[in-house]
Structure formats: structure tokens, C-alpha cells
């Protein structure tokens, strides 16, 4: 929602300035100029691009126009999910958990979860690490190394759709240039033409630098921002189940294995500790 709010607000600002300053809107409408720069673009994303991250992008990017993925529900879930494994390990032993992290699809733990169910990435590293747990043999020294290279290896690839559009933005302000410059190159065919005709290319070719700083400054830029920041915030969702399933492999109660979990979020997203304890109480 504030995206899209944030780009109408870019094309107020911008068009209502040159409007209270006399100029036509005419004159911006330059459909060549507009189509050499986002066409070139688009080329260069895909030249620069392999088809599975071409594919992660787009999805990043209807992502960030649906709204934030993580918030405190989300975290109170995962708490709540943490601690009910912890639970069962406790209670029943590794045979009682590892028909939850074997199949979790079919677990009645995790089908209280959807929207963690869903996360296919976060639900394996969670599972993967939990069958370690459930095996035994690593020290939760070892665990937390494995896991920390597993979280560094997602915040890798996590990364990239927001390092990629952040080269096309750098990118578009050039190509604003050469929009310019094949302009010019017109008017100067034209240049024994009437004074206007001269005046109506030229204005023509410097819309094309404009029109390269504004979509990267104004949007392509800010987005990859966003993906950057989507990103950030998913990788610290890793480093909250890390920090709980060490805690509890220490030999922690699931409740003090939690709390480890909870002390990583966030502030924006970070639940008190009577929050997180009357969810996990299954209170409302």
C-alpha cells in the first residue's frame, strides 16, 4: 500500500512542479524516448539476468506491492510453533518429534501454521535442523555453525533480486542519455528547420534524460531499497529460529529456548515477553 502510495506521491510532486511552473504536459509525452529507456532496461535485465533469478524478481516485486511479509503475528506464530516442538522433544522424545519434522505437512503442529507452512525455506531449515536435533551427535556448537552457514548462504541469494535492480537503476540515467543523444542527433538533421521544429526536438531529447533519472531515482532505485530492507528481514526470521533451536539443543526449558528466539526479532516487530507468554498460553 505505501508503495504505491509513494509512487503517486513521485508523480505529484514532479508533474505538479512542472505544472505551477508553466510548463505543458505535452512535451513529456514522448513515447520513443520513453521506449528506448525502459526497453533498453528490460534488454539489460535480461542479458544480465539467469531465468531462475528473473523469475525470484518478479515474484519479489508483486510481493512488494501486496504488503509487508513479516510482522509480530508472524513472529508470535513462529515463537508459538518453536515452542510446541520444543514440547513434544521434551515430553515424548525424538520419536514423538520426528513425525512432525519428518512429514510436517501432515503434522497437526505445523497445520496451525499456514503462513509458515507456506514459507517453504524458512519451514526446511527449521525441519532439516530439528531432525539434527532428533539424530543427536552434533554439539550445539557445530549446530549453530551449520546453521549460521545456511543463513548466510539464504541472505546470498536473498540478496540478489535487490542487487540487480539496483544496477538497472544505476543503469537507466545512461540510457536516458543515449535517448537524449539520438534526440539531438534528429535535430540536427532539422537544423536548417524553422525555429519551433528545432525547439520541439530539442525538448524532445532532453525528456529522455529526464525521463532515465526519474524512473531510477524516483522508482526503480527505492524498490530495489525495498527488496534489500524484505530481504534483511526475512534472513532475521533464520537467526530467530537459530537462536531458539541452539538454546533448547543446550539443554534449555522450551519456554527460556524461546525467549533466546524472541531477544532476536526486531523492535518493530519484537512481541513483550507477556505478549509472547499469553500467546503461548493459547490465550487471545
Keep these: 500500500m505505501f508503495v504505491i502510495i509513494g509512487i503517486v506521491l513521485v508523480l505529484v510532486a514532479v508533474l505538479g512542479g512542472f505544472a505551477l511552473e508553466g510548463g505543458p504536459f505535452l512535451v513529456l509525452i514522448q513515447y520513443s524516448e520513453f521506449l528506448i529507456i525502459v526497453g533498453a532496461s528490460v534488454g539489460a535485465l ?17 510481493g512488494v506491492f501486496k504488503g509487508a511479509k513479516v510482522s509480530q503475528t508472524l513472529y508470535l506464530d513462529l515463537l508459538k510453533l518453536m515452542h510446541e516442538l520444543f514440547q513434544v522433544a521434551q515430553k515424548d522424545g525424538v520419536i514423538g518429534l520426528e513425525q512432525h519434522v519428518e512429514n510436517p505437512d501432515k503434522s497437526k503442529i505445523f497445520s496451525k501454521y499456514p503462513a509458515l507452512l507456506a514459507d517453504r525455506h524458512l519451514l526446511h531449515f527449521l525441519t532439516d535442523t530439528m531432525r539434527l536435533v532428533v539424530v543427536g551427535g552434533a554439539e550445539p556448537f557445530d549446530l549453530e555453525s ?26 537507466m540515467p545512461g540510457l536516458g542519455i543515449v535517448a537524449a543523444v ?13 525555429p519551433q521544429e528545432i525547439g520541439h526536438k530539442v525538448a524532445a531529447a532532453l525528456v529522455g534524460t529526464f525521463l532515465g533519472i526519474l524512473l531510477s531515482y524516483g522508482f526503480v532505485q527505492p524498490l530495489a531499497t525495498n527488496l534489500d530492507i524484505s530481504a534483511e528481514e526475512e534472513t532475521r526470521m533464520f537467526e530467530t529460529v537459530k537462536a531458539g533451536v541452539v538454546a533448547f539443543a543446550k539443554g534449555m526449558q522450551p519456554l527460556i529456548a524461546v525467549e533466546f528466539a524472541r531477544r532476536t526479532i526486531f523492535q518493530d516487530y519484537r512481541p513483550s515477553f507477556k505478549e509472547m507468554e499469553t500467546a503461548l498460553k493459547g490465550k487471545p
Excluded: C, R, W, Y
Design 146 to 171: 551449520l546453521m549460521d552457514a545456511d543463513i548466510e548462504t539464504h541472505h546470498q541469494e536473498g540478496s540478489k533480486p535487490g542487487m540487480i535492480m539496483q544496477k538497472i537503476g544505476d543503469s
Design 46 to 62: 535480461l542479458i544480465s539476468t539467469p531465468g531462475k533469478l528473473l523469475g525470484k524478481i518478479i515474484k519479489k516485486l508483486v
Design 182 to 194: 539520438l534526440g539531438i542527433v534528429i535535430t540536427m538533421q532539422a537544423i536548417n528547420g524553422p
